[in-house]
């Protein structure tokens, strides 16, 4: 087919140069004389007739090479056919080398370089001899730059196929769209501006390099040799350690042969980006962070950089951070913190992990009711109510007309998870489960941020004990700050409400963007990374995806 095609195109060329030979000969005698001026018309038309066919053959060959692919085929018809690289204009070249350059630093962004072929690329590019060849290079750049582009822009894995619970909708452009925004774009700040924009990105990518480096150099030494040491200590193991935190830029090069208090504060600055208690002393927790090799600490960052590509673009300039391998929860203004608190998240069993998701906080409930969700009913109260009707007194029972149901009136043991009818409450109180605030940004898998009266939680490390929703240790505050935008008096004005004991909705005049994220490498501006442990396990998935994705591990091969 392809083959005939040409032949078609040669074939309408050649009649046009008869043509033209026709009109520009004479006979002098025997002889056929070709005019001096019909000699340049013909050498034009010969080239005309040339491109003619050649442009017939790419055409052809672009439409087979395309032919399984629709959104590329619709981009190329869509332009005439017209080479986006491979073409003869200023512009294709300018597009193809930002295309290849880009190609070749894929790794900086913790791609997987392999799925780009840029070696095949370029031994295609340097082979070309026929319109074929040509039309196929174009269709590969095309599809190169397609996978990057997207690979950048939208992450290399889909979220939800790797953990359930992170629940983000990840836009993918279509081939069209990011095909004429490199056609109509300025080619280096189109492939620029497929990276997320944000510092944090910024900040990963380059403790990317500095760990890479690190790695290529041999690590961080040997590891410490001690499940735990104490101030005071000496001997190798305390050698070890001093050796461990030089490296590891927590402590300046010293001959120290005991844990003294320079060892001591290194270790509390070590604690304090770990997420462990700074007590200065180097326990178990402390220990096998500090043996944590740079190696799996990169996997964290290139993880928190595929991570950092599922988020919105916007962020918002005031925005709603909270970190559940952090157990954190923080208001962010143009990139500063400007409120941080403890948090408790979901216990890491069963249906109770906190999800992953963005939204939009709408409101507060200051003295909330709780609304006990059915899931929540049937896994813990109905089997206590089954064993004593008077269980859990503090809730209440309410039909399907909102009408209170005495217990007395319930056979509990009636009933099952799935056909319990009663909508189970708590009524406002100093000891309801939500505490004196919930702080609403309405979603399918009803999470929200509250105030809790069990404020023990708070003290350890690992706070994973609710069935869910964030807890705040220090709610009120978190509520002065979000109502400061909008009142004279945030906090006078809040306990206006919460004095009169009533359920109350308090609009947020302006709604403020919330990511509910997971990330076990975040970075500060001006500090030092912050790294956390695993606890879902996610990021842990996330990597081993990658990996089969073909993303490595820069620095192994120095």
Not at 43 to 70: C, G, I, K, P, V
Not at 211 to 237: I, K, N
Not at 255 to 269: E, F, N
Not at 463 to 492: H, K, T, V
Request: charged residues 25%; hydrophobic residues 40%.
């Amino acid at each position: 087919m392809r083959k005939l095609s040409g032949l078609r195109g040669w074939g309408a060329a050649l009649s046009v140069v008869g043509a033209v030979a026709a009109t520009g000969l004479r006979a002098e005698g025997n002889r056929a004389v070709i005019s001096p001026a019909f000699s340049t018309a013909l050498s034009e038309a010969m080239a005309q007739a040339q491109a003619h066919a050649m442009n017939t053959a790419f055409t052809q060959a672009l439409e087979d090479a395309t032919a399984t692919d629709r959104e590329l085929a619709e981009y190329y018809r869509g332009v005439g056919h017209a080479p986006l690289w491979t073409g003869e204009s200023a512009q294709d070249p300018a597009r193809r080398a930002a295309l290849l350059r880009a190609l070749g630093d894929a790794d900086m962004h913790g791609l997987p370089v392999a799925r780009y072929d840029l070696p095949g690329l370029l031994a295609r590019l340097g082979d070309i001899r026929s319109a074929q060849a040509l039309a196929e290079a174009e269709v590969a750049l095309s599809r190169a730059y397609l996978a990057y582009a997207r690979d950048l822009q939208s992450g290399v894995v889909v979220p939800s196929r790797v953990d359930f619970d992170i629940k983000r909708d990840v836009v993918r452009r279509s081939a069209p769209d990011l095909l004429e925004k490199m056609r109509v774009g300025e080619p280096r700040a189109v492939i620029r501006a497929l990276a997320p924009q944000s510092n944090e990105y910024r900040r990963l990518q380059k403790h990317k390099l500095i760990l890479e480096r690190r790695v290529a150099a041999g690590g961080w030494g040997a590891v410490v040799p001690a499940d735990s040491l104490r101030p005071g200590a000496t001997g190798p193991a305390v050698l070890a350690l001093r050796d461990r935190l030089v490296a590891m830029g927590y402590l300046s090069r010293s001959a120290t042969a005991s844990y003294d208090g320079t060892i001591q504060a290194a270790v509390q600055a070590f604690q304090g980006n770990h997420g462990l208690e700074t007590d200065g002393v180097a326990g178990p927790a402390t220990m096998a962070a500090i043996n944590t090799g740079p190696e799996q600490r990169l996997k964290s960052v290139i993880v928190a950089m595929e991570r950092e590509r599922w988020l919105p673009a916007e962020r918002g300039t005031r925005h709603i951070l909270v970190n559940l391998a952090d157990f954190s929860a923080r208001i962010i203004d143009d990139d500063r913190v400007t409120f941080e608190t403890r948090a408790v998240i979901g216990k890491n069993a069963g249906d109770r992990r906190s999800p992953e998701f963005s939204d939009q906080m709408k409101y507060m409930v200051i003295n909330p009711t709780w609304h006990v969700p059915r899931s929540i009913v049937a896994r813990d109260y109905l089997p206590k109510l089954q064993g004593n009707r008077n269980a859990a007194s503090y809730l209440k029972l309410y039909d399907s007309s909102g009408r209170e149901v005495p217990r007395g009136a319930v056979n509990f043991n009636a009933y099952t998870g799935r056909n319990f009818p009663f909508a189970v409450k708590q009524p406002p109180s100093d000891n309801n489960a939500l505490g004196l605030v919930k702080f609403m940004f309405p979603n399918k898998w009803n999470i929200y941020l509250h105030d809790t009266p069990q404020k023990h939680l708070f003290q350890p490390e690992k706070r994973d004990f609710s069935s869910g929703c964030i807890r705040l240790q220090q709610p009120f505050e978190f509520a002065y700050e979000l109502l400061s935008r909008q009142e004279a008096d945030p906090q006078s004005f809040f306990h206006s409400v919460l004095d009169t004991g009533r359920e109350t909705y308090v609009n947020l005049k302006k709604h403020v963007p919330i990511h509910l994220i997971y990330r076990t490498a975040v970075t500060q501006a001006g500090g030092a990374v912050q790294y956390r442990d695993d606890i879902y396990g996610r990021d842990a998935r996330i990597w081993e995806a990658l990996e089969r994705a073909g993303v490595r591990l820069g620095g192994l091969n120095g």
